[in-house]
């Protein structure tokens, strides 16, 4: 089973530059959502989505986009990249209710 | 979201100990999770917890849910290499959002 799968695992921008992280999962869960990880905070939620077409903000949602076309894809875009987005990204998904997430294995974005 | 105090950021375990690391909060939480990440991957679920006073084991893993709601611990016995990694506490604040502690680092002591 593939579960949560994250395309790049590593990428390195230029300060302006756009670029969109990928993530498919094939469960079948209606819930997805991203987060960035960066020392000594933990993980912060950045955009979630309930469902195909439906999506909403997090905690740090400021220079994020983020779609739902389809169950599976849930894309988050960088339209003009800075620094301050130097991090991991996680994407995570999970059945509707009260159920556990599945995370991918991120992907290690560099913004110079 | 709310704030997830972990403690401690970082601990060093020897082979055969038990260690312990506990997560606070200054709101109350219905279910409190343990999660862990191993280098260069996602985070897993270890523990989920859903009612004050619970006590949860999974293995050699054994979580509790603090009787305010406002924190829970981690323990793990008799600690082996595999162990090593970064454990987050983490808290739903609603339907859809999780809040995570900023994490246990464990290493192997030399």
């Known amino acids: 089973n593939a579960g949560v799968t994250q395309t790049p695992k590593f990428q390195v921008l230029k300060t302006g530059q756009s670029m969109t992280l990928q993530c498919a999962q094939d469960?079948?869960?209606?819930?997805m959502s991203w987060y960035r990880q960066d020392p000594g905070m933990g993980l912060r939620l950045i955009h979630y989505?309930?469902?195909?077409?439906?999506?909403d903000q997090g905690e740090v949602p400021n220079g994020y986009n983020v779609s739902r076309s389809t169950t599976e894809d849930f894309p988050l875009r960088l339209l003009s990249a800075a620094p301050s987005q130097t991090s991991v990204y996680f994407c995570?998904?999970?059945?509707?209710?009260?159920?556990?997430?599945?995370f991918g294995n991120g992907t290690r974005l560099t913004v110079t | 979201g709310q704030q997830l105090n972990q403690s401690p950021q970082s601990m060093f375990i020897q082979e055969g100990e038990d260690v312990s690391m506990n997560c606070t909060s200054s709101?109350?939480?219905?279910?409190w999770l343990w999660y862990k990440q191993d280098p260069g991957e996602g985070p897993v679920l270890l523990i989920a917890?859903?009612?004050?006073?619970e006590l949860t084991s999974n293995g050699r893993l054994t979580a509790q849910f603090g009787i305010t709601r406002k924190d829970s611990f981690l323990n793990i016995s008799a600690s082996i290499p595999s162990d090593v990694g970064i454990y987050f506490c983490?808290?739903?604040?609603?339907?859809?959002?999780?809040?995570f502690g900023a994490g246990t680092t464990v290493t192997v002591r030399a």
């Open positions: 983490a808290g739903p604040y609603n339907d859809y959002k999780l809040s």
């Open positions: 917890l859903y009612k004050a006073g």
């Open positions: 989505s309930v469902g195909a077409g439906i999506t």
């Open positions: 469960m079948n869960h209606e819930y």
């Open positions: 709101s109350i939480f219905n279910t």
């Open positions: 995570a998904s999970r059945r509707a209710g009260n159920s556990p997430l599945h």
